[in-house]
Every structure is written in C-alpha cells, then in structure tokens.
C-alpha cells in the first residue's frame, strides 16, 4: 500500500471507489464520464489556474483546438462563454448522443 503524505496535493479529486460509484458529469458537454476522465484546467496552469474539472477527453480536445490559453484565462470556469463559440456548441450538439467513452480525431488549431 502506497504511503499518503499529510499534505496530499490530490485528496480534493475523487477516489477511484468514488469514481467508479457514480459518474461525474463533464464539465463542457455535462454528458456522464466513461472509463477515462481527464482531470481538465479551465484556466490554464501557465495563466495561474489551479482548480480541475472533470471531463471527456475529446471534450478537452475540442477546448484547446478553438481557444488560446489568454482566451481559456478570460473565460474562466464560465461554460456558457465557451459554448457561444459557434464551433463548440456545434460540437456539444453533436457529442450529445455520443457514448460516453466515445473517441474521435478533432482538427488542429486554425492560426
């Protein structure tokens, strides 16, 4: 068994006993979290951000291909901000009826 330090940088994130109880809603799509969960920085850790929310990984994916981090800084933990970009409510609206560990390729930024 694996030592737990007092000061655990970890222990707000949900265990796996937790995790595997109940899944999480993700924080972009609110759709329920499969198997994998990508623990995501709405402010961008480079920006000062230091809380996590749960989400799918092409939700992340989706995240950083139409944002910039200063774009990601000014939007904070606000969804709504985020789902007025045409391209990210398109994709919400697709993902919709997507299964939960449902994977695709997204398309690179475009600068």
Known sequence: MARRS???PYD???QEEEAAAEPVPCWLC???TGKTIV???PVPKSRGGRD???MHSICQQTLTANFTNSELQRHGMEVAGLLDNPNVRKFVD???KKD???TATITKKQR
Do not use: I, N
Request: hydrophobic letters at 40%; glycine letters at 4%; aromatic letters at 14%.
């Open 6 to 8: 007092k000061h655990d």
């Open 12 to 14: 707000h994130l949900p």
């Open 30 to 32: 609110g759709r329920p």
């Open 39 to 41: 623990w995501h920085h």
């Open 52 to 54: 996590v929310v749960p």
């Open 94 to 96: 697709w993902v919709a």
């Open 100 to 102: 939960p560990d449902f």
